[in-house]
């Protein structure tokens, strides 16, 4: 049956600034890259660091997807860390600001949020 994520699919409204995001702040590395004429739209798949991918699309026209009041559908990225202090700290020299550091209540797992340049919600989850 099912083995995993392979990947999660993204649309952007600036497809240099989210590409630049997830590459130069985020640090996944571009798969492949490919523009695509009759769509006018880009496609660019990212490696994450455990063998899964986020794909970036930038389809002109697109609606923007309403994330707060959080509405049905996907809810959030989370992405584990070894250490977020490291990351938030990161992140921060980047501009990117988190929220505070909330405790897992049932894991005990430390975890917090900040957001893509679309706003969509990303989460670090300390393993």
């Known amino acids: 049956m099912l083995k995993g ?3 999660v699919a993204l649309i952007c409204s600036d497809y240099p600034a989210s590409k630049r995001f997830y590459t130069d702040i985020l640090g996944l590395s571009v798969i492949a890259e490919n523009y695509r ?12 660091p455990d063998g899964g991918q986020l794909e970036l699309f930038s389809f002109p026209g697109a609606p923007a997807r309403p994330s707060r009041p959080e509405a049905q559908g996907l809810r959030h990225l989370a992405f584990r860390v070894d250490d977020i202090d490291e990351v938030i700290a990161h992140l921060a020299t980047n501009k990117v ?4 550091i909330r405790a897992d209540e049932y894991t005990g797992k430390r975890f917090t949020f900040f957001a893509d340049p679309d706003g969509l919600p990303l989460e670090l989850y300390e393993m």
């Open 5 to 7: 994520i392979h990947h």
């Open 37 to 48: 004429e009759a769509r006018k739209s880009y496609k660019c798949d990212l490696a994450l």
């Open 97 to 100: 600001q988190c929220e505070p």
